[in-house]
């Protein structure tokens, strides 16, 4: 599957139940811009590992292209439209999106006097993740 500027690769972790997302950029060697986002990227999903409602970033690397690991998500919002027609469903992952936003808004941005600012949120980056929302990307 591939997504804005990398490619996901689904990989089974050590144990049985342990699955993962690799999302690498694509080409062997990818514009500096691209590369700066993706690290940006790393970076936010590392501070913010620990927020039940951001995707969290496990590893990271640059052998073969710059990649990160993450968990794989068990479905994405557009996958779930029937069940976020319950009003209390889609305040739920309205108040998810909004817990994660003011936790990346709260922190220090290099170089700016402003948290960081997503500027990505679309379904596609809206997934289910153990029974709650999670923002990614």
């Not at 690498?24 to 691209?34: A, S, V």
């Not at 700066?36 to 927020?51: F, K, P, Q, T």
């Amino acid at each position: 599957m591939i997504v804005s500027h990398g490619r996901l690769h689904a990989q089974t972790g050590v144990s049985a139940t342990a699955h993962d997302v690799v999302k690498q950029l694509r080409g062997e060697h990818p514009p500096l811009p691209k590369r700066a986002r993706m690290a940006r990227e790393i970076e936010v999903g590392r501070l913010l590992s620990d927020h039940p409602n951001a995707m969290p970033v496990w590893d990271s690397g640059s052998e073969g292209g710059k990649w990160f690991v993450m968990p794989k998500a068990q479905a994405v919002a557009t996958e779930c439209l029937d069940d976020l027609r319950d009003p209390a469903a889609l305040r739920d992952l309205v108040e998810s999106l909004c817990s994660a936003l003011a936790a990346a808004h709260g922190i220090q941005a290099p170089g700016s006097p402003h948290g960081w600012v997503h500027r990505d949120i679309k379904p596609s980056n809206v997934l289910r993740l153990d029974g709650r929302w999670v923002l990614a990307d």
